[in-house]
């Protein structure tokens, strides 16, 4: 391991509990990379997670981290940056953590538009308890409460945090490691609420059951079905049917929430409360 | 016939629940007691049971499924641990108080934090006053007969109420037993269709879950704690029934080795099996030692443990859950409030024990029994103590 992965892992917390093969490492590392180059000071930093595989990674990253709730960590993380603003947040979800139990603090966070970083491990499947479907999981997929394979119709992460008001959506994968850096890099940067979907592997719940024995076959899927923005654009629907889109999917320059909050406190002590 | 079995004891209690045929499965996952409704998953997929299976988001829309469901008049059946119950709790004493004769598993499990997964009796404790009446299984027979049983109890026209079945988690759910399974026809015997008293039905306009103002809230709390009260007459028939049917006994405090009794253990779950053992080797050392492994949590057993504790010098209640600056664990908390009035009592000490999956022995029950006989001499400081905390 290298110096850079060190200096922001807490070493006596390893080895982690992620399965051989597992995407979670690779996101871990992206993120230490993003977070390097960004340049911020560790204790700049605060890491919100639920609980899931994926929520396991606040115990391994050495910023102030808060290993919350299963579903709830944009609430806590709502309420830590109100109260500490100058904190550079992230928030660490899987995609049963963000979008099933907790997708009502998701569309929330995104309407309010609040200045921090969600990163949503998504793995199509609900990791940590053995296997059964999310609402991300794609229809006829299999899990093991669908041995016939899902009929409910998913989400897409993406669109639905568009949908719901975030100023920056982007997916990465964990196969494009260097650009999941470069979309973190930018989502960070972004004033307002961020979203970075991260489709990812669990080849041990999700690969084995739907014909993607190995992680390098999950990897390689990915490959095969993502797309970049400017060339999907230039394809027909039958063409985009099964492949999915990377790369900074939306960015708006809307008002952010706590600066809003803080105009408002300011325009009422002046005791400017005319709104025209 | 039944038939013997050698099983996970959570695929056993997703086994027995598909013998009640339940119309309606709502659950969220989440460790220990995923076992339960996976398996129910799986019968219900190669067609064993005509029940809808739903997958909710979360176990908050678990029990509200269930209320849905259970209200249109079907069978509805869930399941859950710790941080789900908490997050279920919105929902849970809504169930008793809309009569809806619901059943749910409860692979007991500690609640945060620190994050645990661990079996201790927290998450039940949490909802102890919520009117669900409390069955506590100590092994997997117990746990396959009991949520059969619960069914029967539910359903019956004089109490309509919720039921949940407490399983300690790993200890019950993860562990592989033989035990005796009830074939359908058994059941089919045992249970009888379920008749709804009140359904949603567009044809008959019933109104649930109303307002009720000031005017009208005590006595809905009345009519509450009354139907739970009452449903013990009806749990006694019922395990009368099955004792009869199935040839098990079942009883509100059970047991063990309590003729001659000076001291004993009273334990709740799974804890009991080692306790049994913890008391035949104080017996064969000379110490007049029982156990009594409560089964019944609520409606609380009054009588039967006033009963149960006569002749007793020293008791040792067990709690597997802290009652953080409380006067005692939850159990002893009732016990003491029950034997109170009595003219004799024992003197009661109270052990709060196997927090958070810590393992528990034989030579743990044993200290304790002999802890209970010193402090009929020497009153303990404490009113309760954590026990095997290291360093202190
Ligand atoms: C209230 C509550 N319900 C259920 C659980 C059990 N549980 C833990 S993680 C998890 C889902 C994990 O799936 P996901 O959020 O997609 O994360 P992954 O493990 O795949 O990273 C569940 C249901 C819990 N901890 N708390
Ligand atoms: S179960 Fe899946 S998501 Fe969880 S650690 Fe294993 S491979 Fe990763």
Redesign the pocket.
């Known amino acids: 391991m290298d110096a850079i992965h060190r200096k922001y892992l807490r070493m006596d917390k390893l080895p982690h509990i992620?399965?051989p093969?597992?995407?979670?490492g690779i996101i871990m590392g992206s993120f230490i990379r993003a977070i390097d180059r960004l340049g911020y000071d560790q204790d700049s930093v605060a890491a919100v997670s639920g609980i899931g595989?994926s929520g396991r990674i606040t115990g391994y990253m050495d910023f102030n981290t808060l290993h919350t709730t299963h579903g709830r960590a944009l609430a806590f993380a709502t309420g830590l940056k109100m109260a500490k603003p100058g904190l550079k947040v992230f928030v660490f979800m899987g995609d049963g953590d963000a979008t099933a139990i907790g997708g009502n603090h998701l569309i929330h966070a995104c309407r309010r538009n609040i200045d921090m970083t969600a990163i949503i491990f998504n793995?199509h499947i609900y990791?940590?308890t053995g296997g059964q479907y999310s609402p991300t999981t794609p229809r006829d997929a299999y899990a093991t409460t669908a041995p016939y394979g899902t009929m409910d119709p998913h989400f897409d992460i993406a669109k639905l945090c568009v949908g719901a008001g975030a100023s920056y959506v982007a997916r990465g994968t964990s196969y494009h490691a260097k650009m999941l850096t470069d979309l973190i890099v930018e989502g960070a940067e972004h004033k307002g609420f961020s979203v970075i979907e991260i489709i990812t592997h669990?080849?041990?719940?999700f690969g084995r059951r739907n014909e993607l024995e190995t992680p390098v076959d999950m990897l390689l899927w990915q490959k095969d079905h993502a797309l970049r923005m400017a060339k999907a654009a230039k394809m027909t629907d039958d063409e985009l049917k099964d492949r999915f889109v990377i790369g900074r999917i939306h960015r708006a320059d809307i008002p952010e929430y706590v600066e809003e909050y803080d105009r408002l406190i300011e325009m009422v002590r002046k005791g400017d409360t005319d709104r025209g | 016939m039944s038939k013997r079995i050698g099983m996970e004891i959570a695929l056993a209690a997703a086994e027995a629940v598909a013998l009640c045929k339940p119309d309606v499965v709502a659950a969220y996952p989440i460790t220990p007691n995923t076992h339960i409704p996976e398996h129910l998953s799986d019968i219900v997929a190669e067609g064993r049971i005509d029940t809808d299976f739903i997958c909710v988001e979360s176990e908050h829309s678990a029990l509200s499924a269930c209320c849905g469901a259970s209200g249109a008049g079907a069978r509805a059946f869930t399941a859950t641990s710790s941080q789900g119950l908490l997050y279920m709790a919105e929902i849970v004493p809504v169930v008793p108080s809309m009569r809806l004769p619901i059943v749910m598993a409860i692979g007991n499990r500690a609640v945060s934090g620190p994050i645990n997964i661990w079996n201790d009796h927290s998450d039940i404790m949490s909802q102890r006053d919520s009117g669900w009446i409390s069955l506590f299984a100590a092994d997997g027979q117990e746990t396959i007969d009991m949520m059969i049983q619960a069914f029967k109890i539910a359903e019956h026209r004089d109490v309509m109420l919720p039921v949940n079945v407490n399983l300690d988690g790993f200890q019950l759910t993860h562990v592989v037993e033989p035990m005796m399974l009830p074939d359908q026809k058994e059941v089919d015997r045992f249970l009888p269709a379920y008749k709804p008293y009140a359904a949603l039905h567009p044809d008959n306009i019933v109104s649930m879950g109303a307002l009720g103002m000031p005017d009208i809230f005590n006595e809905a709390a009345m009519a509450k704690d009354q139907a739970l009260i009452n449903s013990k007459k009806v749990i006694l028939e019922v395990w009368k029934e099955w004792e009869e049917q199935f040839g098990r006994k079942y009883e509100p405090i059970g047991a063990y080795r309590m003729k001659g009794a000076e001291v004993a253990l009273l334990t709740l779950g799974s804890m009991g099996d080692t306790a049994e053992v913890a008391v035949d080797e104080l017996r064969d050392k000379g110490v007049k030692a029982g156990l009594l492994k409560m089964k019944l949590w609520r409606p609380f057993p009054v009588e039967e443990l006033i009963k149960a504790v006569k002749g007793l010098t020293s008791l040792a209640v067990i709690d597997r859950s802290a009652p953080f600056g409380g006067a005692c664990g939850p159990v002893c908390a009732e016990v003491k409030a029950v034997l109170y009035d009595q003219k004799e009592r024992p003197a009661i000490t109270n052990h709060i024990i196997g927090l958070g999956g810590r393992d528990i022995v034989v030579g743990d029950f044993v200290k304790i029994v002999e802890q209970a006989i010193s402090a009929q001499k020497k009153k303990p400081k404490e009113a309760y103590e954590i026990y095997g905390v290291r360093g202190s």
Not at chain 1, 21 to 24: H, R, T, V
Not at chain 1, 202 to 205: E, G, K, Q
Request: net charge neutral; proline share 7%.
């Open positions: 992620w399965c093969g597992c995407g979670n595989c793995n990791g940590m669990c080849p041990v719940n």
